[in-house]
DNA sequence: ACAAGCATGTAAAGAGTTACATGATTAA
DNA sequence: TTAATCATGTAACTCTTTACATGCTTGT
């Protein structure tokens, strides 16, 4: 159940409302854990339910502000160190590539041109986020970072890949 | 939704009973979109309930062999050329990066080790796979080569990225 | 005779998505 | 005043996981 520890990991850094969070969702964890606004204050009710957050705060329009408790951090470090990383990763993309064979060679080279645009586009939208974060503070910038770095590493090899396998259709 | 379009690809190369189509996703899909035996037997029951595949042969044991119709292979095609790929996707150990911060230094680094050591593996694994297939046929012997070396690339890629970012902590 | 593997199915719970629903505050 | 943004919550549905449950066939 990784969105509950996607929670308490954000708020490790600082206190934040939903609201807060959902914008940090849409921006740093979109390409890692993505999660719905609908999800997010579930699991926050929750997570505060449980005693692993706690409201600490209250502000205009019913804003409610959470901060992560004892419990809760003690639950964070409980995951990063004593819980094994699921390897399963789901590719909608690549699963797409199993099957290209259904269609004529030249439709198949054009769905691999295509993930070669969509891997440039998903380079080019990471720059833009690493300009346009603060990189004020301590501990989600040196791993936020590094974070990113994948993404780009990530995109160029499959940019390369989806090139070679363009190139093998010939 | 995958798995329904994943099950007609698998179909589009030959007829198979829901078991042996568990095995097809214990091996070749795991890597790309894993399911469970109970999810499969569903979704055959309500494909062939939907008419995109029809019982063409019983077998020993209540064994029970599909086969695509050509609605379903309509919809094979409809999903590969007229559907966008999802780009989102979930990745617990990119997750868990994010928030690297909350352990000691030491104890970063080990976890990044970890990913070092879990890529070499899964590199293995996937070269181990490559050996045992036999790839006789002709659509997803392409296909599926090129989808095992984009695994092979996206490990070798994770490793190196593993690497300098263990680096990085000292 | 027995174990391994073949073969299917369902129930319950958990996780994720989409849509609906509401209302306050702020800046132009 | 009005649009944008802030802010929360719930309902319904779909997808996924885990567990239970059963029984046949083949090879040793």
Redesign the pocket.
């Known amino acids: 159940?990784?969105?509950?520890h996607a929670l308490l990991g954000l708020l490790s850094e600082r206190p934040a409302?939903?609201?807060?969070?959902?914008?940090l969702f849409e921006t740093s964890l979109a390409n890692v854990?993505?999660?719905?606004?609908?999800?997010i204050?579930?699991?926050?009710?929750k997570l505060a339910g449980t005693g692993l957050i706690a409201v600490t705060a209250e502000?205009?329009?019913?804003?409610?502000?959470?901060a992560l408790t004892d419990e809760g951090m003690a639950e964070l470090r409980h995951w990063l160190t004593e819980t094994r990383p699921q390897r399963?990763v789901?590719s909608d993309m690549m699963l797409r590539v199993f099957f290209l064979g259904v269609l004529s060679p030249e439709q198949a080279r054009g769905y691999l041109a295509e993930l070669v645009d969509l891997s440039d586009q998903a380079c080019e939208d990471l720059r833009g986020l690493m300009d346009s974060i603060d990189w004020e503070d301590g501990n989600l910038s040196v791993y936020g970072r590094m974070v990113l770095e994948y993404g780009l590493r990530f995109n160029a090899m499959r940019r390369e890949w989806a090139q070679w396998a363009a190139d093998l259709i010939d």
């Open positions: 159940m990784s969105l509950r409302s939903g609201y807060d969070l959902l914008k854990w993505p999660a719905t606004q609908s999800q204050y579930t699991e926050l009710t502000g205009p329009r019913g804003r409610k502000e959470y399963a789901r």
